[in-house]
């Protein structure tokens, strides 16, 4: 006999409310305007739609992309993370700030320093002008997995590192003891450890790849390569606008991503391993040789040269210069940009902007997300998918569509909540699109929990919210604090949201950059870009001095 | 644990007190009039954006009405309309092409009003029910690079012959107005534009993006040579120095004027209406002249640019371009894949 105990699921229900309050009515307001037409619920439309033979072509298209750049971005990101992990790199910690600057760049300004710099008359070409057409090469399909891999593998890495870090060494000697060989401690011990925590930085690098419209829009369609993503944006801004095709569009996106969830929390359900446990644990240090360090630094060297240095010399270069059509020359650079940025007030007030909004999103996500992560841990049953779906339901659709119900919806109940049109509304948005990547990163830090410690807390008489302070959030504090640095960088940069939502006279960094792009100076926009990741550098800094003063 | 939470917030306060501070000094300075007008005005405005400001701030400064802009592509500004729907916001709107404009209207919900200067209004820069106010215009033209080719004035069939292959670009019309415009005309009005369309095609024409980034494929020399570029984009960035030159072949273009419209729906419809009048002053007129635009009253001529009576236009047909032009878009991205 099942019975729902109202009490015992009232948190659960409430959440449930909320939840469903900020992330299903958008939708519904959205997918709404797809079946029902002229008043009547009508299917036949959005299935017409769905359907539609040319939609296979980019559907197999997005799937094709999303895998590739899952493949491309493990092979950097499980390297890199092991050496920063495990070696004596691991006491340089700015590389970790190091390697969160692609994914801090803007993709739509990092696909275009790349295409400055691989193109005909391009900055390759300014340098090297012996090689020929070989630069245009990059311009295949290959080229656009790269440099989308380079931009979102910095997820996966972060995960993998988190996780490798709470191995304790332990486990791996005592193989060591029984005689494992170097081979067999890696593939038998460390590998499948790792293997939850993997999966699930590997859905959300394909859910970001299956869901991007930058990269795609900007060096996609250079190539003729079509996505998902890109049609979806046609339909919504394109006159006549057609919201409900955008979203029975999306509706497929979210069926293949939910099924990607389902494959996911198999995997990593079956391969939780209780890591942290009251046994106080040491991190496992593997003594690299001499040649090994040296190998070790030169991979770092390749990563950093290509995630960063190449299209950071195409953005500083097009920042510093003059005439663009006479590129990189003698007498051709000038400070003039970046001055004129920090004179202009409006250029100011959009990146005050843009770190007001980071800051309030990153930190309301952060507290919501992590209350989810908790309810979801404790709720049975209906409520624990319920919950968890729901909130990770906005990574699994282009951001647009979302944006798009949330204007929908809040101007119908502008009469109640008058929230529409102001700063408020963008917060909002942002929390509701960024919700999943708290969830994400504290779901990812609880695989490793040990019930046994909170069992522990519990006999000896601690109040359910002491074990929480005490034990739980101690323990997932690192991916809360991940988390809250990832939808910081995000949220910072984030440029379709702002582009849509954003009330009138309220620019951000985005919208400013893009703003120069159309209509004002490339040079101009580029400045902007590098100043904006520089004041994410600091951001970075001073949240981590704030954070973890004892481990820094 | 509890000190960095008190960090943590202190840290937060800051930045909101700072950007609360920063959001209020604008929005304090209203209550002189003129004519009795007060309040705001909320303008949905696409680029260019040191004109929409200017526009802004000279209206404000002559009426003491407050102007809210937003400003974003024509389609995030359609986007924003419909979405808003059931609480209509904006009340004037400017659109990039006189397309956009006649699909609005078709839409219905326009305000219909004639501004103090209708005589002076170029003709066919306001519709028959005075709902379009097309206060400027653009044209495209071609547009090169005189790094790659100094002198160039080929018509448009001749942009397909063997000596330009492979040095061609368009922006995308799906995302410019101004492109699609062209490419409709061009079609309807000239009885081999298809035909040409297909020929640049087969000649390696490429799509790098909306107007501003097709332009920048051949201002860093990647191509050599932009059809249906938008001309007040080309002017300007001539007038910065850049190795660029400018000119309209002789069969012809397509005028394009940008209109203004104010929905019903308008929640400030006096404003709305004076804001509109203001877009057809002399002062306004001469703004829209210094952006490198084609003004949209006959008294005020442009001394930056080419003006109405010196570009050669093919006859435009606005009702048989609007039947075709989204297919002839598509159809062009289609082509070159």
Redesign the interface.
Known sequence: MKQIDFKKNLPFILLLILLGFLILCPLISIFAKAVIIDGRLDFYQAWQIITNSENLQTIYNSLLLGVSVVLCSTVIAVPTAFLLARTQLAKYSFLDIVFMVPFMTPPYIASMGWI?FM????LFQQLFPSTGALSENFFQFGGLVLVMSLHVFPFLMTMLKNAILNIPASLEESAAVFGAGKTKRLTKIFAPLLTGNYAIGALLVFVKTLSEYGTP??LG??I?FYVFTTDIH?Y??????D?GSSASLSSILIFICMGMWMVQNYITNRTSYRLVSGKGTRPVQTELSKLGQFGAWLWIGIVVLIAIGIPYFAIISTSLIK?????LAAGNFTFGHYKELLTTPKAI?SI??S??LA??SA?ICSILGTIVVLAVRKAKGFFKKALEAVSLLPEMLPSIVLV?GI??FW??I??IIPL??T?GIMVLAYVILYIPYTVSYVTSAFTQINESLLEAGRTFGATPFYVF?RIT??MISRGIFAGWMMIFIIAFRELVTA??I????TLVIS?YIN?E??????SLGMGMAVICVIITIIALL?FRK??E?KEV | ?KK?II??LL??SV??S??GC??ND?AETSGETEGGLSGKV??YMP????LADKLAAAFTEKTGVEV?????????I??????????P?ADVVILASW??GL??KA?GGLESYTPTAVDKINEGFIDEDHTLFGYSASAVAVIY?T?IIPELDADWDELANADYKDMIAIP?P??SGAAKDFLAGFVTGLENGEAIMESWAANGL????????AL??V?????AILIAGVDY?GYSSID?????AIYYPASGTVINPRPAVIPNTAPNMDNAKAFVDFLFSEEAQQMVAEAYLLPGVNDVKADNRSNLDEIPVIPADWNKMMGIA?ETAAKLNDIC?
């Open positions: 400055l193109q005909k008359n391009g829009y900007t369609r250079r003729g046609r919504s801004t394109t006159a006549p606008v919201f005439l663009r059509g006479f590129g007030s005050w902007n770190l007001f800051v309030s930190t798009l204007m929908l101007n119908s502008y009469k529409y049109n700063i302070r959030l101690p582009s849509l954003a009330p009138p006279n919208t703003r792009f159309e209509q004002g100076s490339v001073i704030i954070v003063p | 644990m960095r960090y943590l840290v937060l930045f909101l700072l950007v920063g959001g604008t909320t303008v680029s260019p954006a040191g809210e802009q937003f400003q974003g592509t024509t389609g995030e359609l986007a924003r309309l419909e979405a808003e729907k059931a609480n916001v397309s956009d699909t609005l839409e690079n790094t995308d799906e995302k490429i799509v790098p993006g909306a107007n501003k980034a920048e494929a201002t860093t020399g990647e191509k984009n910065k120095g850049e190795p660029l989204s894949k």
